[in-house]
């Protein structure tokens, strides 16, 4: 390990998997002395971890380059050498594209090679690594520099997806689907609890596609559901909550949706992407499930949970997409009542096939979101509104806005913002809801007297 310290600034792009993945850049980097910089201007290396789901995910990585090659250059003037390295999955995807296009990027890492950013860092000359290693990341990573977790911690239990929708790069930039051994997860579930962590959030490309090898006290040679490796982390001390996301509805399995039942650490709050509502739409992105069998899930899902919370992915204006098709989505929306759902027009990947597909013209796409999103809007206001008045386990997070104020998450991850003590961050107490925000409850502790909450 060397002694020199040095500054690293991480710009991630995109989804939770990412930021758990920056964390981990930055463990692996705090090995070889880096400290992180608050600013681009103050590091020795500026990192991008990009993401390449949202529209022309490249192009913005490029024009993000272009502004550091000017704090590159600036730095060189001083005397001081700079190093931009672009990680993640456009990374993966572009390739040596990056390397040719921005002449200012000293380093290309795939997601599932960032463990070897140590060694391309002190390669002569650019480097480049692309390729999916046959050992898992996870294997060479150092345990976690930092001295504390968030209350709310992630922590990465299965990557790749198998599943090929026409519309999505994944399978391409991140792989065959893989999950981590159960000991592992365990292990660093155990070490985010040592540090703070109250909370944990299990990520996936396909979460619950996890099938585990377990070994040593989890039994030799055996294999573990999501469900499964779920109960075993609702034993671990110190842990009060466990999610998980990102789910694709032909992996609920019978054992995941019993949990729900069962296990009152997990928490009652799903996300559940269905993409469309209209069967041919589906097939089309070769969801590998119909209308019917997602609501077929959602009411079974409902049977076993009754306070289960549900939010949704939708892509709007997919190629071929008739107002006929996009009527049955508003049709399943209206039908399933989502606690929150994220929506987007549809934007090609090059590569995927879809991209090569008849394309819904841009002002259609644009006025159904429109239609779309005031419709999901209305069912999260209507969801949060019910909560006026009842009593919620919160778990408090972090400081609020004001002076005196914390904020924390419900059990269905609204934000809920209440006057209590700092100390109580951590801690899960009972509020009662008294007003509702545009973005966040109010509410008092429940042992406090009732009073009327101005929002700001």
């Not at 579930?189 to 540090?195: S, T």
């Not at 259609?364 to 999260?380: D, P, W």
Request: hydrophobic residues 40%; charged residues 25%.
């Amino acid at each position: 390990m060397t002694t020199k310290t040095r500054r690293v600034f991480i710009k991630t792009y995109g989804c939770q998997m990412n930021v758990y993945d920056s964390d981990r850049m930055t463990d692996v980097l705090a090995a070889e002395g880096y400290e992180a910089a608050e600013r681009p201007e103050d590091a020795d290396l500026v990192l991008l971890n990009t993401c390449h789901i949202r529209e022309k995910a490249a192009e913005k990585v490029y024009s993000e380059v272009g502004k550091l090659r000017l704090v590159k250059e600036a730095a060189r003037a001083q005397g001081r050498e700079v190093k931009i390295a672009v990680a993640g999955c456009v990374a993966q995807a572009e390739g040596e594209e990056i390397l040719k296009r921005a002449q200012a990027v000293d380093v290309v890492v795939g997601p599932q090679s960032y463990h070897l950013l140590p060694q391309l860092l002190r390669r002569e000359g650019r480097a480049i690594e692309t390729e999916f290693p046959a050992d898992s990341k996870f294997d060479h990573l150092p345990k976690a520099g930092v001295p504390s977790a968030s209350v709310s911690a992630f922590l990465t239990v299965q990557e790749g997806c198998d599943k090929f929708c026409t519309f999505c790069v994944v399978p391409y930039t991140r792989g065959a689907e893989a999950s981590r051994p159960v000991e592992k997860i365990v292990a660093e579930a155990e070490a985010l609890v040592a540090r703070g962590a109250k909370e944990i959030m299990l990520l996936g490309q396909n979460v619950n596609a996890y099938h585990g090898e377990a070994a040593g006290q989890f039994g030799k040679g055996g294999t573990w559901s999501l469900a499964r490796l779920v109960a075993c982390l609702s034993e671990v001390p110190g842990i009060e909550r466990i999610r998980y996301t990102t789910s694709h509805p032909r992996d609920m399995s019978d054992d995941l949706i019993a949990a729900h039942a069962r296990l009152p650490k997990l928490m009652p709050y799903l996300h559940l992407p269905v993409q469309a509502g209209s069967d041919r739409v589906l097939q089309a992105m070769n969801r590998k499930h119909d209308r019917g069998f997602y609501l077929r899930l959602v009411e079974t899902l409902r049977e076993a949970r009754p306070d289960l919370a549900l939010s949704g992915d939708f892509i709007v204006g997919f190629p071929g997409e008739t107002e006929a098709d996009f009527r049955q989505t508003l049709a399943l929306v209206e039908e399933v009542q989502y606690a929150s759902a994220y929506s987007f027009k549809y934007s090609p990947r090059p590569g995927t096939p879809a991209a090569e597909m008849d394309q819904v013209p841009e002002d259609e796409k644009s006025e159904r979101l429109q239609r779309l999103q005031a419709l999901i809007s209305k069912q999260q206001a209507d969801f949060n509104a019910r909560m006026r008045g009842l009593q919620v386990d919160v778990l408090f997070e972090k400081p609020g806005r004001h002076p005196g104020q914390i904020v924390g998450r419900s059990p269905w991850l609204q934000a809920v913002q209440v006057d209590a003590p700092r100390d109580m961050i951590g801690t899960v107490a009972r509020v009662r809801i008294e007003a509702i925000g545009a973005n966040s409850l109010f509410g008092a502790l429940a042992d406090a007297p009732t009073r009327e909450k101005a929002i700001a």
